[in-house]
C-alpha cells in the first residue's frame, strides 16, 4: 500500500493579497485582480492583467541581503512563512521544488550574451540558499501544467521515500518576453476572461507565487492527496487534443489510483483559460470522464492566467474551498459556450465537500489531474 502524502501549510502571494485569508476574502466579495494596465510593455499599448503591485510588495519584502527581481520577491515572500509554520529543520530529508515556466527570462534582455542570471536552476538555487535548504532544489518546467505537477512530483519523491517532506514554490510573473509570446498566439483577450463563457476571446494573463507544504506527517495536514495522473496528448505545440484525450486520461488515472468514482468527486477546480480551444478540450474531457455534474470553476476571472503559478495557487484556493464548504464562483462566467454540459459555479454558495479534483493543462499537450480529500 502506497504512503500516505499531505499537505500541511499553505499560503500565496497574488494581487488580492499576500496571504490565503486575504485572498479569499477578495474571492468572497467578488473582486477581481483583474484590471487594465498603460505600461507594462514597452509598446505601452494597454492589456488587461493581474498584476501584484510592486509598491506594496516592496514594503512587505524587507531582505536587504541582496538585489532581487519582483518575482523572486514574491516567490520568497510566499515560501518563507510556509517553511517557518512548519517548524522543521531543513535537513537532507526535506527538498524544495521550484516550479515556474518564464522565471527571470526578462534578464535576457538586459544582457542577451549571459544566459547565466535568466536560468531556472540558478533561480531555484538562489531561493533555497536565501531560505537555507540543504538539498540540491529540483526545477519543474513544463508550461501551465507545473504548478500542480510539482505535487504530483513531491508526493511520489515521499512514497518513494526519497524525502520525508518537501515544499513547493510556484511563481510567474507578467513581463515582456510572456505578453509578446502570448499576443503571438493571438492568444490574449481584449478584456477580462470569460472562461467557459459563449462571448470568450482568450487569455488574461496573471502574476502570483504560491507555496505548500506536501509531506508525510499528518500532524496539521490540511488534505490528503489521494491519486494523481499526467499525460501528454502529442496533439500539438500550442493546441489541445480536440477529444480531450490527454485530460482525460488524466483525470482517469488519478481517479484509478484513489479508488474512486465520479459521483465522489465533490468540487472541479479546473483549469479554465477562456481560449476557444482550451476550454471546449475541458467540457468534453470531463464529459467523457463522467464529471459534468461535478460543480466547477475556473479561477482565472479573479487572477488571470499566472503560468507556472496557476496550478498550485489554485490548489491553495482549492484546499480552502473544501476547508470551509464554500464553492467559489467562476467570475466572468455568463453563458455557456462549450459543447458539453459541465456545471459552472455562478455564485458563491454552502456546500459540504469533502474531495476535490485540480486539474490543468498545457502548451505541448501537458496534463494533470490531482485528488484531494480534506482531513476529519
Same mark, same amino acid.
Given at each position: 500500500?502506497?504512503?500516505?502524502?499531505?499537505?500541511?501549510?499553505?499560503?500565496?502571494?497574488?494581487?488580492?493579497?499576500?496571504?490565503?485569508?486575504?485572498?479569499?476574502?477578495?474571492? !468572497?466579495? $467578488?473582486?477581481?485582480?483583474? #484590471? @487594465?494596465?498603460?505600461?507594462? =510593455?514597452? *509598446? &505601452? %499599448?494597454?492589456?488587461?492583467?493581474? +498584476?501584484?503591485?510592486?509598491?506594496?510588495?516592496?514594503?512587505?519584502?524587507?531582505?536587504?541581503?541582496?538585489?532581487?527581481?519582483? !518575482?523572486? $520577491?514574491?516567490?520568497?515572500? #510566499? @515560501?518563507?512563512?510556509?517553511? =517557518?509554520? *512548519? &517548524? %522543521?529543520?531543513?535537513?537532507?530529508? +526535506?527538498?524544495?521544488?521550484?516550479?515556474?515556466?518564464?522565471?527571470?527570462?526578462?534578464?535576457?534582455?538586459?544582457?542577451?550574451?549571459?544566459?547565466?542570471?535568466?536560468?531556472?536552476?540558478?533561480?531555484?538555487?538562489?531561493?533555497?540558499?536565501?531560505?537555507?535548504?540543504?538539498?540540491?532544489?529540483?526545477?519543474?518546467?513544463?508550461?501551465?501544467?507545473?504548478?500542480?505537477?510539482?505535487?504530483?512530483?513531491?508526493?511520489?519523491?515521499?512514497?518513494?521515500?526519497?524525502?520525508?517532506?518537501?515544499?513547493?514554490?510556484?511563481?510567474?510573473?507578467?513581463?515582456?518576453?510572456?505578453?509578446?509570446?502570448?499576443?503571438?498566439?493571438?492568444?490574449?483577450?481584449?478584456?477580462?476572461?470569460?472562461?467557459?463563457?459563449?462571448?470568450?476571446?482568450?487569455?488574461?494573463?496573471?502574476?502570483?507565487?504560491?507555496?505548500?507544504?506536501?509531506?508525510?506527517?499528518?500532524?496539521?495536514?490540511?488534505?490528503?492527496?489521494?491519486?494523481?495522473?499526467?499525460?501528454?496528448?502529442?496533439?500539438?505545440?500550442?493546441?489541445?487534443?480536440?477529444?480531450?484525450?490527454?485530460?482525460?486520461?488524466?483525470?482517469?488515472?488519478?481517479?484509478?489510483?484513489?479508488?474512486?468514482?465520479?459521483?465522489?468527486?465533490?468540487?472541479?477546480?479546473?483549469?479554465?483559460?477562456?481560449?476557444?480551444?482550451?476550454?471546449?478540450?475541458?467540457?468534453?474531457?470531463?464529459?467523457?470522464?463522467?464529471?459534468?455534474?461535478?460543480?466547477?470553476?475556473?479561477?482565472?476571472?479573479?487572477?488571470?492566467?499566472?503560468?507556472?503559478?496557476?496550478?498550485?495557487?489554485?490548489?491553495?484556493?482549492?484546499?480552502?474551498?473544501?476547508?470551509?464548504?464554500?464553492?467559489?464562483?467562476?467570475?466572468?462566467?455568463?453563458?455557456?459556450?462549450?459543447?458539453?454540459?459541465?456545471?459552472?459555479?455562478?455564485?458563491?454558495?454552502?456546500?459540504?465537500?469533502?474531495?476535490?479534483?485540480?486539474?490543468?493543462?498545457?502548451?505541448?499537450?501537458?496534463?494533470?489531474?490531482?485528488?484531494?480529500?480534506?482531513?476529519?
Amino acid at each position: 500500500m502506497s504512503k500516505p502524502v499531505y499537505i500541511a501549510q499553505t499560503n500565496c502571494i497574488t494581487p488580492l493579497g499576500f496571504d490565503v485569508d486575504g485572498n479569499i476574502e477578495q474571492i !468572497l466579495a $467578488k473582486v477581481s485582480g483583474i #484590471a @487594465l494596465h498603460q505600461n507594462l =510593455t514597452k *509598446s &505601452g %499599448i494597454p492589456f488587461y492583467a493581474a +498584476v501584484v503591485d510592486e509598491h506594496r510588495l516592496n514594503q512587505a519584502f524587507q531582505d536587504a541581503r541582496m538585489h532581487f527581481t519582483k !518575482l523572486e $520577491k514574491m516567490l520568497l515572500l #510566499a @515560501l518563507q512563512p510556509v517553511v =517557518t509554520e *512548519s &517548524g %522543521i529543520v531543513l535537513n537532507e530529508e +526535506v527538498a524544495l521544488i521550484f516550479s515556474t515556466t518564464k522565471g527571470n527570462v526578462e534578464k535576457l534582455e538586459e544582457n542577451y550574451t549571459n544566459i547565466e542570471p535568466a536560468l531556472l536552476s540558478g533561480l531555484a538555487q538562489k531561493m533555497a540558499d536565501v531560505v537555507g535548504f540543504k538539498t540540491q532544489p529540483i526545477v519543474i518546467s513544463n508550461a501551465c501544467v507545473s504548478g500542480i505537477m510539482a505535487v504530483s512530483v513531491a508526493k511520489r519523491l515521499i512514497q518513494a521515500e526519497v524525502y520525508k517532506h518537501v515544499f513547493i514554490v510556484a511563481g510567474d510573473a507578467v513581463t515582456e518576453f510572456v505578453v509578446s509570446g502570448f499576443n503571438s498566439f493571438q492568444a490574449m483577450s481584449d478584456a477580462p476572461c470569460k472562461p467557459y463563457s459563449k462571448n470568450r476571446s482568450g487569455v488574461t494573463l496573471g502574476e502570483a507565487a504560491a507555496a505548500v507544504l506536501v509531506t508525510s506527517d499528518p500532524t496539521n495536514a490540511k488534505v490528503k492527496i489521494l491519486g494523481d495522473g499526467s499525460i501528454n496528448d502529442a496533439n500539438h505545440i500550442s493546441g489541445p487534443s480536440r477529444t480531450g484525450e490527454g485530460l482525460f486520461r488524466s483525470v482517469a488515472s488519478a481517479m484509478k489510483e484513489a479508488k474512486m468514482i465520479p459521483e465522489q468527486i465533490d468540487y472541479i477546480s479546473a483549469h479554465g483559460t477562456a481560449t476557444p480551444f482550451n476550454d471546449e478540450m475541458e467540457s468534453i474531457a470531463f464529459s467523457r470522464s463522467g464529471l459534468s455534474a461535478a460543480p466547477l470553476n475556473s479561477l482565472k476571472g479573479f487572477y488571470g492566467h499566472t503560468l507556472g503559478a496557476s496550478g498550485l495557487l489554485e490548489t491553495v484556493i482549492g484546499i480552502e474551498s473544501v476547508l470551509r464548504n464554500q464553492l467559489f464562483v467562476s467570475l466572468g462566467y455568463d453563458e455557456l459556450g462549450v459543447s458539453e454540459p459541465i456545471n459552472i459555479i455562478e455564485e458563491n454558495r454552502y456546500k459540504p465537500l469533502i474531495r476535490f479534483l485540480k486539474t490543468a493543462s498545457g502548451f505541448g499537450g501537458c496534463n494533470t489531474a490531482v485528488i484531494f480529500e480534506k482531513m476529519n
